[in-house]
C-alpha cells in the first residue's frame, strides 16, 4: 500500500534516497547551478520532508520549503529509478500542493534544470501537466542559463 508520510531525511531508512537524488543532481546539474538539499539542509527550519513509501519501503521524497512572499518552493521531489512510472511523483506534487493551499500559500514555486539539461525532461513534463507556469527566478535565487523556474497559483478549495 502506497502511502505519503511526513519524515526525517536523516533517518536510516531515508539517507539512501536522499542520497540518490543527491547523485542524480550532481551528475546531471553543472555544480555552479545545482540548488539540491542534502540532509542537514532537509532538516532546517522551515522545510518539511515527506517520503513515499509502499509498505515500509521507501520509494520517493518531497519537501517544501516556507518562504517570505507567502509562496512555498517545491524541493527535493525524487522516485528512485525502480519505482518510476507508477505516477508516484505525481502523487508527491498533489500532495505538496495540498499541504501548501491548506496553509495558505498563494503559489508553488520551483527551480529545476533548464530544457538544455535533458535529465530533466520528464519532470518539466510533469509539472508542465499539473498546470505550472515558466516564470523568473523565485525568492532567493539569481536568473541562471541552467535553470528553469516554475509557478502554480493555489486557489483555496471549495
Request: aromatic share 6%.
Amino acid at each position: 500500500m502506497i502511502d505519503i508520510r511526513q519524515a526525517d531525511p536523516g533517518a536510516e531508512d531515508l539517507r539512501p534516497l536522499v542520497q540518490a537524488h543527491l547523485a542524480h543532481s550532481w551528475a546531471a546539474t553543472p555544480q555552479t547551478s545545482n540548488h539540491t538539499l542534502d540532509v542537514d539542509a532537509l532538516r532546517d527550519a522551515g522545510i518539511r520532508f515527506w517520503a513515499i513509501y509502499d509498505g515500509d519501503t521507501p520509494l520517493g521524497c518531497g519537501a517544501l520549503k516556507t518562504l517570505p512572499d507567502r509562496t512555498a518552493e517545491v524541493k527535493s521531489v525524487h522516485i528512485l529509478s525502480q519505482a518510476r512510472g507508477r505516477g508516484l511523483a505525481r502523487a508527491m506534487m498533489l500532495h505538496l500542493a495540498d499541504v501548501a493551499r491548506a496553509e495558505g500559500a498563494i503559489a508553488l514555486v520551483l527551480e529545476t534544470g533548464a530544457p538544455h539539461l535533458t535529465e530533466y525532461d520528464a519532470a518539466r513534463k510533469l509539472y508542465e501537466a499539473l498546470g505550472y507556469s515558466y516564470c523568473g527566478p523565485i525568492f532567493g535565487y539569481q536568473a541562471d542559463p541552467n535553470s528553469a523556474f516554475m509557478r502554480l497559483g493555489l486557489e483555496p478549495r471549495p
